[in-house]
C-alpha cells in the first residue's frame, strides 16, 4: 500500500477519491441524526434569508463569513442531510493544498499522493470532523496561509505576496474568530525563516486589517456592528480555561494523530538532516501548535470539532515517519495501523456521540411559530424559528440582567419585531420576563408545563 500511494500517477488519487465518495453516500443514506450545532448552522441560514440580521435579531457568535456560509446553504434548499458532502468537499479542497505544497516547495522526498491520504484520515478520527463547521471553513483560509507563508521562506527574495497572507488570516479569523490569534503564527514565520522586511510586513498586517475594516464597515452600514461586537466580546474575544473534563472529551479524538505526530517529531529532531526548506516548514508548524494551544483559552465551546486547527499540523509531523524510516516494512505497518485506528476510533465516537446528536423534542408541535428559552433546539426541528435565541448559552444572560432598562427595552424589540405563536420556556425564563413585559402576561397563556400560547 505505501508503494500504491507513493505513485505520482493519477490512479491512486482517482481511487481515493471514489472510496470518499461512496463511503460518504452511505453515510448520508444511513439518515443519522445531525449534531446540535448542524442544526444551529441551519437555523442562523433560515433566519439571515428570512431578513434578520446577524448579532442583532440572531444572538450567536458564528463569524461573519461562516453565517454567509450558512446563509448560502439555506438559500440553495441544501438538506442537512447533506452536510457530509459539503465537508468532505472543503477536505479535500485543503488536502489538495496539503498535498501541493510538500510536492511544490519540496518540504520532503517525493512521497506521491500519501500526503493527502494522511491529511484525509486524521480528518475521519471522529464523525464531528466531517460536518460543515466555522473551524472548518476557516481552515480552508488559514491553509491558504500556510501555502503563501512556505513559498515565501523557499525564496530568499520576497515578494509583495504578503499580503495575501494577512488577507487569508483574516478571512479565517471572520469565520471562525479563534483564528484571529494565527496572525503571531504568521509574523513569527515569517520574521523568523524568511528574508522579509519592514514594508513587506506593514503589508501583512494591511492585509490582516483591510478585511476586518472592510466587514467592519458593512455592519455599521447596516447597523448592527456594535452588536457584532458585543457578541464577540461576551464569548469568542474572551480567554477562558476549559475544565479538565471537557479537555478530555475533546482530546480523545486527537489521540491517534498525536501519538502519529509525536513520533514524527521525534525521528526529525533524531535525524535534523532534512533540507533548509523543510526545516524552516518544520519550525512553522511547530509555531502553529503553540498558537493553537492559545486558541484553546478563546473557543466558543468546548467541542471536538472546534480545535481540529491542530490537525494539519499534526498529520506534517506524522509524515516524517514515512520518509525517515528505512525499514519499508514498518511504513506498511504504520499506514494498516492508521487505518485500523480509523476504524476504532470511528465505532468508539459512534458510541460517545451519541448525546451530542439531536433527540425527539418534548414539543409536539408542527409547522408553528416557536420560540424556545433553552437549549432544547431540536424543538425546532418541524418548527419555524421566531426570535433571535439559536445560541442559549449566549442568550441566557440577556435574562439575568432583566433590571436594566436597555435589557427590557431589547427584549421587548424581540418579542414585538418576530413574535412566536407558542414559547417553550423549560428554564422558567419568560415568566420573570412577564414580570417586567406586562402585556405578555395577558397575550401569552401556558397551554400545558413550559409551553405557552398566543391567544391574543
Not at 30 to 52: S, V
Not at 111 to 136: C, N, R, T
Request: with cysteine; charged share 15%; aromatic share 18%.
Amino acid at each position: 500500500m505505501f508503494q500504491f500511494l507513493r505513485s505520482n500517477a493519477s490512479i491512486p488519487l482517482i481511487i481515493m477519491l471514489v472510496i470518499w465518495g461512496l463511503a460518504t453516500f452511505l453515510f448520508v443514506q444511513a439518515d443519522i441524526e445531525p449534531f446540535y450545532w448542524e442544526l444551529k448552522n441551519q437555523l442562523i441560514g433560515q433566519k439571515l434569508n428570512e431578513g434578520f440580521r446577524m448579532y442583532q435579531d440572531i444572538r450567536d457568535n458564528s463569524g461573519p463569513f461562516s453565517a454567509g456560509f450558512f446563509q448560502l446553504l439555506d438559500a440553495l434548499s441544501i438538506p442537512i442531510s447533506m452536510n457530509a458532502y459539503w465537508a468532505s468537499g472543503l477536505i479535500i479542497f485543503q488536502a489538495f493544498i496539503f498535498q501541493r505544497t510538500i510536492q511544490r516547495f519540496e518540504l520532503m522526498p517525493p512521497m506521491g499522493y500519501l500526503p493527502f491520504f494522511i491529511y484525509a484520515v486524521f480528518f475521519h478520527f471522529s464523525l464531528e470532523f466531517i460536518v460543515p463547521s466555522a473551524a472548518l471553513l476557516g481552515l480552508s483560509f488559514l491553509m491558504l496561509a500556510w501555502q503563501e507563508i512556505v513559498k515565501q521562506q523557499s525564496t530568499l527574495n520576497v515578494d509583495d505576496r504578503v499580503f495575501l497572507i494577512g488577507l487569508f488570516i483574516g478571512a479565517a479569523g471572520l469565520c471562525y474568530p479563534s483564528y484571529f490569534l494565527f496572525i503571531f503564527w504568521g509574523v513569527l514565520s515569517l520574521v523568523f525563516y524568511s528574508g522579509i522586511n519592514i514594508r513587506q510586513m506593514l503589508l501583512v498586517l494591511v492585509g490582516f486589517l483591510i478585511i476586518n475594516i472592510i466587514t467592519g464597515l458593512v455592519y455599521t452600514y447596516h447597523g448592527n456592528f456594535p452588536y457584532l461586537i458585543q457578541v464577540f466580546q461576551n464569548s469568542a474575544i474572551q480567554f477562558h480555561a476549559p475544565a479538565w473534563e471537557q479537555v478530555k472529551e475533546m482530546a480523545w479524538a486527537y489521540i491517534p494523530a498525536l501519538g502519529f505526530a509525536i513520533y514524527g517529531f521525534w525521528k526529525v529532531v533524531e535525524n535534523p538532516k532534512i533540507k533548509s526548506t523543510g526545516q524552516k516548514a518544520q519550525q512553522t508548524n511547530l509555531i502553529w501548535i503553540f498558537t493553537g494551544i492559545l486558541a484553546i483559552f478563546t473557543l466558543p465551546a468546548t467541542a471536538s470539532n472546534n480545535v481540529l486547527f491542530f490537525l494539519p499540523a499534526l498529520a506534517y509531523f506524522s509524515l516524517n515517519s514515512f520518509f525517515l524510516l528505512k525499514k519499508y516494512w514498518v511504513r506498511e505497518l504504520m499506514l494498516w495501523l492508521l487505518i485500523g485506528l480509523t476504524y476504532f476510533s470511528l465505532q468508539w465516537d459512534w458510541k460517545l456521540q451519541e448525546n451530542k446528536r439531536i433527540k425527539p423534542s418534548e414539543v409536539s408541535l408542527r409547522n408553528e411559530k416557536l420560540m424556545v428559552l433553552g437549549p432544547q433546539i431540536e424543538a425546532y426541528r418541524y418548527n419555524q424559528m421566531a426570535g433571535p435565541f439559536v445560541n442559549w448559552e449566549l442568550s441566557k444572560t440577556l435574562f439575568d440582567e432583566l433590571d436594566q432598562f436597555k435589557t427590557i427595552v431589547l427584549l421587548d424589540q424581540y418579542m414585538t419585531q418576530d413574535p412566536p405563536n407558542y414559547i417553550y420556556d423549560p428554564t422558567g425564563k419568560f415568566r420573570r420576563a412577564q414580570n417586567y413585559l406586562p402585556y405578555l402576561q395577558t397575550r401569552y397563556q401556558e397551554t400545558t408545563k413550559h409551553l405557552y400560547k398566543r391567544v391574543n
